[in-house]
């Protein structure tokens, strides 16, 4: 009994620290993104500050870029689940836990004792702690001391943790954590979204295939958007074309991004945040709801092309569509083909061409190890031919008729300038970002001139 009363009262005092640091506190948050991207995130942020429906008050609310980070200092908790649920375009979205100084290793050993782990952490299973240490200007701890001292602390606090004897085997939950050191001020977050944040899809897996990174790919349409808007006022896509769709990566954030609901639906598992003790999942499914309150499906049909050689992969990306909630909040039709997409097509096959005002085209051709064993001419000639394919088809359209917008990535400097000369009508732009170690260029046209008036139509 007596056991029973001080269960009961520990777990009081826990939910009264909660309610105290963690809810009643306003916080400092760092929102990873993909390298290259941080403008377009900060614009991303700026706009999703500006619609929150957060009860707190956000005018000390304050952004700073930093590397590939976005901090956000005075931030209220409950913006964390609007983070999770519309950070389509984030690789992970972290909180403080703890800062102070470290100026000798006692210091800092008992920083790291003295953070409140009972609130952060369960203490009712197994953990694996991804320990990721960055030391910077720092005299006095390199990066692997540092990371030894942090960890030989947190595994004195972890043999604490007694997970309880119901006799159902809990995998163990993954942490991330990540401790920062610039010169002797010590900073520690704790990861909402865990390890894989930017691995959400619903991917099956295929020898040849090579999914692109879903925070990429937002990343990749929200910039697309930005110069459709840019260059095509008004206008809103009726028509989408992945050529090269693979297992439909672009396709999907294409689908997300114009349906407005975020990364929820596509997010197969759950996050390590729903596994810590501060979680509430009251709280959660009220942001959640509210969310999509604010959506209503579109009375436009928007039409969905996808394009690869492999049949397998064509139905994967189709089966994403079919297990995803996607027509309550879009009117949509898709169709995914097996098909040559470097293939100039036939007047009778040409669908996309005359979908409707505004076309967007995405697309990240094979190239190196990628490529098909029946490409002939190597990347470069594959990509002269895609090219080829998009000057017929959106290169002879009247004003009056479909205005085309794309985006294809390029691996290097000589696929790029195969685009560039083969498309040299269209108005371009390209911008380089790093995928995994590779410096790609994101290719964009318009199959109309720079003159677009402000109604959106393009001028004759």
Partial sequence: ????????????????????????QKHTFELDVPPGFIGLCERWLKRLLESSFSKTDLKDVRIHKKLSHLRIDQAPFDLAHEFLLLGNVLSDVK????????????????LIENIAWELWLPDDRPLEIDLRVNSVSSRLYHEGRLKRLVSE?????????????SKKVLLPLNVALDIVLEREVLEVFLSLGGRNFWQRGQKQTFEHAAPLREDIAA??????????????????????????????????????????????LSQTDEWPYQQFPFFRASAFAHTRKRLRERLRTQQTQIFFNGEDMDENLCRASQSWF????????????????????????SVEDD??????????????????????????????????KFAERIAKQAGLLRPNESVWVGLVLCPNEET??????????????????????????????????????????AKS
Avoid at 1 to 24: D, P, V
Avoid at 95 to 110: D, F, M, P, T, W
Avoid at 245 to 261: D, Q
């Fill in 322 to 345: 079919e297990s995803q909630p996607i027509a309550d909040f879009l009117n949509y039709k898709l169709e995914c083909m097996s098909t040559d997409s470097t293939r100039i097509p």
């Fill in 219 to 264: 990343c990749l349409v929200e910039r697309l958007k930005e110069v459709s808007d840019e260059w095509c006022p008004k206008l809103t896509p009726t028509a989408v074309l992945n050529p090269f769709c693979g297992t439909g990566t672009l396709l999907h954030e294409t689908a997300l991004h114009l349906a407005g609901i975020g990364q929820e």
């Fill in 1 to 24: 009994m007596n056991a029973m009363k001080a269960n009961s009262l520990g777990n009081q005092n826990k939910e009264r620290g909660i309610r105290k640091h963690i809810y009643g």
């Fill in 416 to 457: 790029w300038k195969c685009m560039q000369k083969t498309l040299n009508g269209f108005v371009q732009r390209c911008e380089h970002f790093t995928l995994g170690g590779i410096d790609l260029r994101a290719f964009y046209f318009c199959n109309r001139s720079a003159s677009i008036s402000s109604t959106g139509r």
């Fill in 95 to 110: 909180i403080r836990i703890a800062r102070g100084r470290c100026s000798e290793e006692e210091k800092l050993k008992q």
């Fill in 351 to 384: 669908k996309i061409h005359r979908s409707g005002e505004l076309v967007w085209l995405l697309a990240n051709p094979p190239f190196g190890l990628r490529l098909s064993n029946t490409a002939q001419g190597g990347t470069v000639q594959v990509y002269k």
């Fill in 153 to 165: 602390s947190l595994a004195e606090i972890l043999k604490k943790n007694k997970p309880n004897g």
